[in-house]
């Protein structure tokens, strides 16, 4: 089992970025696949989830609106689309996939900064 990341750096506030997770060795679209987040010093975060059949989504208040994650079964991908960036968006960005049983991904770091 893979959750490959990609996508993180770093951006200027207002700015936009969009994460990649390439998910392999599980029934991918069977899978709810969420992003978290951990900033230096604290736990970590839900930032947003889809689920598997209904591709319904939740967000975190704190990225609603700016955020939109997405999924391709087809290519076994979620994404996380992040416009509007701010320097407290700052955090190491995980992929998670819950199927029968849980998996993460490696980690990506997104740094907001001027």
């Known amino acids: 089992v893979q959750l490959v990341q990609s996508g993180g750096g770093l951006v200027q506030p207002g700015g936009s970025l969009r994460l990649s997770c390439a998910a392999s060795?599980?029934?991918?679209?069977?899978?709810?696949m969420s992003w978290y987040r951990q900033a230096p010093g604290k736990g970590r975060e839900l930032v947003a989830r889809?689920?598997?059949?209904?591709?319904?989504?939740n967000y975190a208040d704190s990225v609603k609106g700016r955020f939109t994650i997405s999924r391709d079964n087809a290519k076994n991908t979620v994404y996380l689309q992040m416009n509007s960036l701010k320097p407290e968006d700052t955090a190491v960005y995980y992929c998670y996939a819950y199927s029968s049983t849980s998996y993460w991904g490696q980690g990506t770091q997104v740094t907001v900064s001027s």
């Open positions: 889809i689920s598997s059949v209904s591709s319904s989504t």
């Open positions: 060795g599980f029934t991918f679209r069977s899978a709810a």
